[in-house]
């Protein structure tokens, strides 16, 4: 079955300092890849997708590429903010068809910036 | 605020109860999921519905159901509570065709705490 691996946290860096979070999947297929963003008492918001190989996702200087060779969708910004604190998950829709998009999601990164 | 409501926002209640959780998705959202977040398990997919006819069936307990009604809002009962039940639940919605089918969006989410 689809699966998401995504690095354990919890990330605690500077702000200005230069972020990854690694997501890896297993799926059959050509997936759609996601990030969403929880913040503190929240529901999960849309950060980026990307539904093809070699595609880039970016919002909010917030960047992710679709790696086919290694089934990845690291998630990249060049510098946090204190405002970017906040849970992160990696998520794929595998695009069999039908009109099921359930999201398969990783367990989820929690990100702490520091002034 | 995304358009995605959920209701109640807090519940508490005692082992052995039933409660019931209330959705109304997206404007022009056909499809309503129900995902379950708790400390250990993450984020599980439990059920999806289209158009008032279930779609997909994840790790839902057989204490739980759900249903969508003509209007497309959408009800989780969850019934025979026990401790394990207390979580974050979240109501997602999605269009119907298209590319924006591809994206899931999400309530603010249910809390549940069982005593």
């Known amino acids: 079955g689809n699966s998401v691996t995504q690095m354990e946290g919890p990330v605690t860096l500077s702000e200005e300092a230069f972020l990854t979070i690694n997501c890896t999947y297993t799926?059959?297929?050509?997936?759609?890849l996601f990030w969403y963003v929880q913040y503190p008492g929240e529901g999960l918001q849309l950060l980026l997708k990307?539904?093809?190989?070699?595609d880039k996702g970016s919002n909010k200087g917030f960047e992710a590429t679709y790696r086919k060779e290694t089934t990845s969708f690291h998630l990249e910004k060049g510098s946090v903010q204190v405002s970017d604190s906040a849970v992160y998950f990696c998520?794929?829709?595998?695009?069999?068809?039908?009109?099921?998009?359930?999201?398969?999601f990783g367990k989820g990164t929690l990100l702490t910036v520091n002034p | 605020d995304s358009g995605v409501t959920q209701t109640p926002k807090h519940l508490i209640t005692a082992t052995g109860q039933r409660v019931t959780l209330r959705c109304s998705p997206r404007s022009g959202d056909l499809s309503v999921y129900w995902y379950q977040q708790s400390l250990d398990q993450g984020l599980q997919f439990l059920i999806q519905?289209?158009?008032?006819?279930?779609?997909a069936k994840g790790n839902i307990l057989e204490r739980f159901s759900a249903q969508q009604f003509p209007d497309l809002h959408s009800e989780l009962n969850l019934s025979s509570l026990e401790l394990g039940d207390s979580a974050l639940y979240f109501c997602a919605s999605s269009a119907s065709a298209g590319s924006g089918a591809n994206v899931l969006t999400f309530g603010a989410g249910s809390r549940l705490t069982v005593l």
């Open positions: 998520a794929l829709r595998s695009n069999s068809g039908g009109s099921n998009y359930k999201l398969t």
């Open positions: 799926a059959t297929g050509y997936p759609s």
């Open positions: 990307a539904t093809k190989a070699d």
């Open positions: 519905y289209y158009n008032g006819e279930e779609r």
